[in-house]
Structure formats: structure tokens, C-alpha cells
């Protein structure tokens, strides 16, 4: 599968955005799919996945209840709602798939193969 971010922009503190990642190939709805995100300087880290199956969601602690994902897998789109936003949610954010991943690997980044090129998100103070 190839997967392209697109979205992102510039907002201010406690505003909202929402960035997605196009999916293309075949099975699209045996991948689960994650948002990961990295700000300069720093590794990058999980924000949030949702499973192939059933389409189970899962959120890093830093933006649970402020961020919602979803899945369609009709037309190959998993969005990111990003709502409440702070100004340590500047960086580029990342969507990658994986299929096969168990429970305890999904907020890995290395568990996921594939990666599109990702959407610079920035929030201003």
C-alpha cells in the first residue's frame, strides 16, 4: 500500500484541524493504521491507531479526548481530528500501516512498514 498526509496547516492554540491519509492499494481494510508525529529534536512518537478489525481506536495519553481518528474503508481515507490543539502538538505529523500487528505493538513505530511522507502541523501560542 502507498499512503499520502494531507491537512496539515498552521492554527492557533485551542483550535482544531484535521489531517488524513489517503490509502492506496489493495486489502486497505486489513491494515491498521497509525498517526505518529515528530517535532524537531525529538523521536518520533505514537498519537494514535486504529485497528483493522473491528476498527478498535487507541490514543496516546497527551491527546486522548482531544483527538478523534476513523477509518473508511470504502474510499481508503483514515482522518485525524485534532481539537483543543496546543502549541506542543507542532510537528510533522506521519500515517503508516501495518497488518498483522497485535495489541502490544501498535503504539510502535516500528511495527508499521509502510509510512507516507507526512503534514507539518503548527499551533501558535
Known amino acids: 500500500v502507498q499512503l499520502q498526509a494531507s491537512g496539515g496547516g498552521l492554527v492557533q492554540a485551542g483550535g482544531s484541524l484535521r489531517v488524513s491519509c489517503a490509502i492506496s492499494g489493495r486489502d486497505f481494510s486489513r491494515y491498521t493504521v497509525g498517526w505518529f508525529r515528530q517535532a524537531p529534536g525529538k523521536e518520533r512518537e505514537f498519537v494514535a491507531a486504529?485497528?483493522?478489525?473491528?476498527?478498535?481506536?487507541y490514543y496516546s495519553d497527551s491527546v486522548k479526548g482531544r483527538f478523534t481518528m476513523a477509518r473508511d474503508n470504502a474510499k481508503k481515507v483514515v482522518t485525524l481530528q485534532m481539537n483543543s490543539l496546543k502549541p506542543e502538538d507542532t510537528a510533522v505529523y506521519f500515517c503508516a500501516a501495518g497488518s498483522g500487528l497485535i495489541l502490544s505493538s501498535i503504539r510502535s513505530a516500528r511495527q508499521y512498514p509502510q509510512w507516507g511522507q507526512g503534514t507539518q502541523v503548527t499551533v501558535s501560542s
Open positions: 486504529v485497528r483493522a478489525s473491528g476498527g478498535s481506536t
